[in-house]
């Protein structure tokens, strides 16, 4: 009899387990509140919680999620969504317009909100009938569609974010295929399936373990020891070893974001007094001295794209017409005569994590040949940033982790009045270009628009793009129906353990 | 005894007041601006305005103390600005996971060390205590990261035997939560125990070449008894030392091996809390672990009294 008892409940045991998504995160993710997060990694977390008016498909088209079609008005000013019919959220409560209106002006409004910036052009929501909301904007804004996409587009339930106010995120309530179960904190984030979801057909797992392991090695420790069926950000150097184990897949995606350096052109001071920020020709000997592909291949074992603008190669908004441009070192030792310091020298400032200083010794000793003598001066990650928003830098290399829509990776940093502007350039002519392609929405004068920027940013270099990385994911071969959409979000819908 | 003990208390109050300026102190001089490594790599200037009010961060450094020390007085640590949730529940999350594994790692460092150091201490000069010393010597120079790296690969990735890393409660199960606590806890505990083993051989050395032990032998006494009673039992005044400075270290969190057995202790906690400039964390387990810390000194003193009866005098 016992020994019955315990075969069923080894079997019961084994069916829940089998049921369970467990996946290995890089980092433990911030406040689990669409309004207030920060962090890459939290949203991870929140594809699998929280529901979004739009999502972007593997083309980075925006697709329909919450919201089924949209329209824009004649003037573009304003934006009608028509929403889906009988969503609920995980307390119960109805996703309808007035629920969208509260979660817009939410996002809005909340003091130290974190989609703020990307929320401000709206002027008014109205709940024009129960699935139908108008957005009003004082400005046309381009980028609109694609911020819904992310968590500017998340809808939180208003019952609970009224009834908890500034404690939401410590037990979130969306309306996602999963709901908020518990937390513990560097530890577990644990989600079960909300039974009322409404596309309950593609949910396949009762529950999932999201798992923060800092550590790469343990990461994949773990999902090769079982305890994890999925895992992000692999490291580069660990792909020969896993791809010969066919117990497991890799999956790669290029990024939206990018890796590059900002040079100091006229952000303080400083930079006006060393060459590189004073003169074009030497930031052009620099780029001329590096070589991307030898960069990849050395600093990211290959995992990336060389690009050289805001967006990849393959990105619809890449400008063909200003190429990846390739090493030339006799080129550059001209140009540094010509500019009169045939040796210059300037610091590098590095992020002190492990990539980043391979990275920057690989550009030091490539920059070498051409004459360059670059001093790295790695600093701890928050000193850094704070010392690149003074203007305390010659050069910085910063990776940014990218967005869906090409404004998210350029006018923050590049707009005169950009305020990560750290660079501190603005040219009249790229400003305008980048304000106008915020208020076009025909795609294809928005790449030209974009085309006079790329030109621009070759000729003056405020910022050198050097390449894109792949989001590196390995999971369990077991595990199919995965979505590679560059936005490196794990989308649960259609996940299945076969 | 009764004034020792007073004596020793009213002492407390002054260190922790020391210790409450000198954290909030030290922390000030950490590189960046809490308020923008919080805002992230968008770091919206509003928001980073909104955080700075928020956390009084534009007001004067006594100021600031002031606000914090009269809530640590009202028993409030605050609020973790990363994740929003109260600074005491968190420690409260923690603490039951690092007196666990410090608790696990002393045993284990007792076990070995004590035992290695009595053995190599009476069998001075023979392959014993070469053994012990070998043994102590690896034990000290094995950084924790790497033997524990090396344990996941050899009985998690290899042999399957143990769960590579992760915490699983007591509570839930509790065959789980010691297989997940094996390895962090032997990592642990293997360094303490090699720095153990050295103070009890050296301890042991010095007892057994007194006079008592030579009467208690000449007495014809077993040599059992008079290594275990008579010898251990006067030797044991340094190791409960030791010890209990160890305990207090890994009470305060043993930061390298819970990143590496991604164990949710204090450890892990103060380290993110330091990188993501979460203040009141930082500020209330350094306090918090400090008051025990200073807890544990004060109970190595009484215990001097129960092992020593010369101490009563």
């Known amino acids: 009899m016992r020994i019955r008892q315990a075969f069923v409940l080894l079997l019961f045991a084994s069916t829940v387990q089998g049921q369970t998504l467990r996946i290995g995160l890089a980092e433990d993710p911030d406040i689990l509140d669409p309004t207030m997060a920060r962090t890459f990694v939290g949203r991870i977390v929140f594809a699998g919680l929280c529901d979004k008016l739009f999502d972007l498909d593997e083309k980075l088209n925006v697709v329909p999620q919450l919201a089924t079609s949209y329209e824009w008005s004649a003037d573009n000013k304003s934006l009608t969504l028509k929403l889906r019919n009988g969503v609920t959220f995980h307390d119960g409560e109805k996703m309808d317009a007035r629920a969208v209106k509260f979660n817009l002006e939410r996002h809005r409004d909340t003091p130290g909100s974190n989609r703020k910036g990307e929320l401000s052009v709206i002027s008014s929501v109205d709940a024009v009938d129960a699935s139908t909301v108008r957005i009003n904007l004082s400005a046309p804004f381009a980028p609109l569609l694609t911020v819904l996409t992310d968590r500017a587009g998340m809808m939180v339930s208003p019952k609970a974010a009224q009834a908890t106010g500034e404690k939401f995120g410590a037990k979130p309530v969306c309306s996602g295929p999963f709901r908020f179960v518990e937390r513990i904190a560097q530890d577990r984030i644990v989600l079960e399936r909300y039974p009322n979801y409404w596309n309950k057909g593609e949910i396949h797992f009762d529950r999932i373990v999201y798992q923060p392991i800092p550590d790469a090695t343990v990461r994949l420790a773990n999902l090769r020891s079982g305890q994890l069926d999925f895992i992000e950000r692999l490291q580069p150097s660990d792909v020969p070893q896993l791809k010969n184990d066919r117990r497991f897949r890799i999956a790669k995606i290029v990024e939206l974001g990018y890796q590059g350096i900002t040079i100091n052109i006229g952000k303080s001071d400083l930079a006006q007094k060393n060459p590189l920020g004073k003169d074009a020709r030497v930031r052009e000997a620099f780029e001329l001295s590096l070589d991307r592909d030898a960069l990849v291949r050395v600093a990211m074992e290959g995992e990336a794209q060389p690009g050289n603008q805001w967006v990849a190669p393959n990105n619809r908004y890449y400008a063909k017409s200003v190429p990846v441009p390739k090493r030339n070192l006799e080129r550059a030792k001209q140009l540094l005569r010509e500019a009169g310091v045939p040796n210059p020298s300037f610091t590098l400032m590095t992020p002190t994590a492990s990539d980043a200083q391979r990275m920057a010794q690989v550009i030091q000793a490539m920059a070498k040949d051409a004459g360059f003598d670059v001093k790295i001066q790695s600093t701890e990650f928050a000193a850094s940033l704070k010392l690149a928003d003074q203007g305390q830098f010659e050069a910085y290399l910063l990776a940014w982790s990218g967005r869906a829509d090409p404004d998210g990776n350029l006018h923050i940093f590049l707009a005169c009045k950009g305020p990560l502007n750290n660079s501190g350039w603005c040219k009249p002519e790229a400003d305008e270009a980048i304000e106008k392609a915020r208020v076009t929405l025909d795609p294809a004068q928005r790449a030209k628009l974009y085309e006079t920027v790329a030109q621009n940013v070759a000729k003056d270099r405020p910022i050198i793009y050097l390449f894109h990385r792949n989001w590196l994911w390995a999971h369990n071969a077991k595990l199919t129906g995965l979505r590679t959409v560059p936005d490196g979000m794990v989308r649960v819908q259609g996940l299945k353990m076969n | 005894m009764l004034r020792f003990l007073l004596q020793r208390l009213a002492t407390i109050v002054p260190t922790l007041f020391f210790v409450s300026v000198l954290i909030f102190g030290l922390q000030q001089l950490l590189p960046g601006d809490p308020a923008t490594a919080l805002a992230g790599e968008e770091r919206d200037p509003e928001a980073i305005r909104y955080l700075r009010q928020k956390f009084h961060l534009d007001e004067p450094l006594p100021v600031r103390y002031w606000y914090w020390a009269s809530g640590v007085l009202k028993g409030d640590l605050g609020d973790s600005v990363r994740i929003q949730k109260p600074v005491t529940e968190l420690i409260l999350e923690k603490l039951p996971v690092t007196i666990q594994l410090a608790t696990m790692a002393m045993l284990i460092a007792l076990v070995i060390g004590v035992t290695a150091g009595v053995i190599s201490a009476v069998k001075r000069d023979t392959w014993w205590d070469y053994g012990a010393n070998v043994f102590a010597l690896w034990g000290l120079s094995t950084p924790n990261f790497w033997l524990g790296i090396l344990l996941i690969l050899v009985f998690a990735v290899q042999l399957g035997w143990l769960p590579a890393s992760g915490y699983v409660s007591p509570f839930e199960d509790l065959g789980a939560n010691?297989?997940?606590?094996?390895?962090?806890?032997?990592?642990?505990?293997?360094?303490?125990?090699?720095?153990?083993?050295?103070?009890?051989?050296?301890?042991?050395?010095?007892?057994?070449?007194?006079?008592?032990?030579?009467?208690?032998?000449?007495?014809?006494?077993?040599?059992?008894?008079?290594?275990?009673?008579?010898?251990?039992?006067?030797?044991?005044?340094?190791?409960?030392?030791?010890?209990?400075?160890?305990?207090?270290?890994?009470?305060?969190?043993?930061?390298?091996?819970?990143?590496?057995?991604?164990?949710?202790?204090?450890?892990?906690?103060?380290?993110?809390?330091?990188?993501?400039?979460?203040?009141?964390?930082?500020?209330?387990?350094?306090?918090?672990?400090?008051?025990?810390?200073?807890?544990?000194?004060?109970?190595?003193?009484?215990?001097?009294?129960?092992?020593?009866?010369?101490?009563?005098?």
């Open chain 2, 178 to 313: 010691l297989a997940a606590m094996i390895m962090p806890a032997f990592v642990l505990g293997n360094a303490i125990a090699a720095v153990l083993m050295r103070h009890t051989r050296s301890a042991m050395l010095q007892v057994l070449s007194s006079d008592y032990v030579r009467t208690a032998r000449a007495k014809g006494l077993d040599e059992r008894v008079v290594v275990l009673k008579h010898a251990l039992r006067n030797a044991l005044i340094p190791i409960i030392t030791l010890g209990a400075l160890e305990f207090g270290t890994l009470l305060s969190g043993a930061v390298l091996t819970e990143q590496v057995f991604t164990i949710p202790g204090f450890g892990k906690l103060i380290v993110d809390a330091v990188f993501n400039r979460d203040y009141s964390v930082v500020q209330g387990v350094v306090l918090f672990t400090a008051t025990v810390y200073i807890m544990l000194n004060l109970l190595a003193d009484l215990a001097y009294f129960f092992v020593n009866p010369r101490m009563r005098h």
